[in-house]
């Protein structure tokens, strides 16, 4: 099956580039709402399935054994910029646990904040692992497997056992059968996993709304959802796309990206939730995307419709302020 086009860059009169993508809304019971392109598919949620993976931090007792509150459970979901606040509360959570930047796995990159990378390069100051933007998950996983007795050592591995927590959780929560066969190697060395988009989009109703879930993850999903409505900032950064959709409809949308073009987002007041994949793996295009269905579901009109889509279709200035060209939505 065929992806349709879903975005547009326009310079001038002319389509310059084309972004193919498929995307879905769906309810807690998994009534498709809306839909386009091959929904059963297999793609890598990557980063967008956080929220999942940090289940078990809340539903072990480590975080509320370790008195973590919406920052740290927000930052447990993130993607975060590597600023300095992210990086402090990540050192912070492990050393809740007795540990520190040296029990982290996913190893050390430059911050993707502008102004904070500006500083680090400076200063001289040698990135670590805690300025990895997946740190604050990996803060979590350790505290977790701290709190359990469970040894953290070899916790990125498939056969350790906080990694079978999870692949257990994700397969709950999605329907999909996980193994080897559809595993990956996720940039944090973790694995990752494909699943169907229907799949991804159906669990975090699930989460959104607590439908087919017992009492006890029902709560925690609603915990990690509500700490990253809360504290969208922990969740991504300065400027991000996450951020900023969180931001225009406090405590209304939850947003988390992936790399390679995936984005989830829920709205638990109406139930419901959507994950958008562009072919070709371009943020832009998902965050366009995303931000198009979100604006759906607002009314007509509304500062929240029209701050989505101001967000969905935009226009490209170079850096003399010109305008030359527009990002636009189509078909969704």
Request: hydrophobic share 40%; charged share 20%; proline share 3%.
């Amino acid at each position: 099956m065929n992806n349709s086009v879903t975005v547009e860059v326009v310079r001038g009169n002319l389509v310059e580039s084309r972004h193919r993508g498929l995307a879905v809304v769906v309810d807690g019971d998994g009534g498709v709402l809306f839909s386009t392109g091959d929904l059963e598919r297999g793609i890598f949620p990557r980063s967008a399935c956080k929220a999942m993976q940090a289940l078990p931090l809340v539903e072990s007792g480590a975080a509320d054994a370790y008195g973590f509150g919406s920052r740290e459970l927000a930052l447990a979901c993130s993607s975060h910029s590597g600023e300095d606040a992210h990086v402090e509360l990540a050192a912070s959570m492990l050393a809740k646990a007795g540990r520190d930047v040296d029990t982290l796995e996913c190893g050390a990159h430059w911050s993707s904040d502008q102004k904070t990378i500006i500083h680090q390069a400076r200063t001289l100051e040698k990135p670590t692992a805690l300025h990895n933007n997946c740190s604050g998950k990996h803060s979590g996983f350790i505290c977790a497997c701290c709190h359990t007795g469970t040894d953290p050592k070899g916790y990125v591995g498939y056969d350790h056992p906080l990694q079978q927590e999870i692949r257990a959780t994700m397969e709950s929560l999605t329907g999909a059968a996980l193994g080897h066969d559809n595993c990956g190697v996720d940039g944090c060395s973790i694995p990752t996993y494909a699943v169907p988009l229907k799949g991804l989009a159906h669990g975090f109703a699930k989460m959104a709304t607590g439908r087919g879930l017992e009492a006890g993850r029902a709560s925690a999903s609603r915990r990690l959802m509500e700490a990253c409505m809360a504290e969208p900032f922990y969740v991504a950064g300065t400027g991000r796309a996450c951020t900023k959709l969180m931001q225009i409809a406090p405590g209304k949308i939850f947003a988390k990206t992936g790399a390679e073009g995936v984005f989830v987002a829920a709205l638990p007041e109406k139930g419901i939730a959507m994950a958008v994949k562009c072919e070709d793996g371009t943020t832009r295009a998902a965050e366009a995307m995303v931000s198009a269905l979100l604006a759906r579901y607002f009314d007509e009109g509304s500062a929240e419709q029209q701050a989505l889509s101001g967000m969905a279709n935009r226009q490209m200035r170079n850096w003399n302020g010109i305008h030359v060209g527009d990002i636009r939505v189509v078909g969704l």
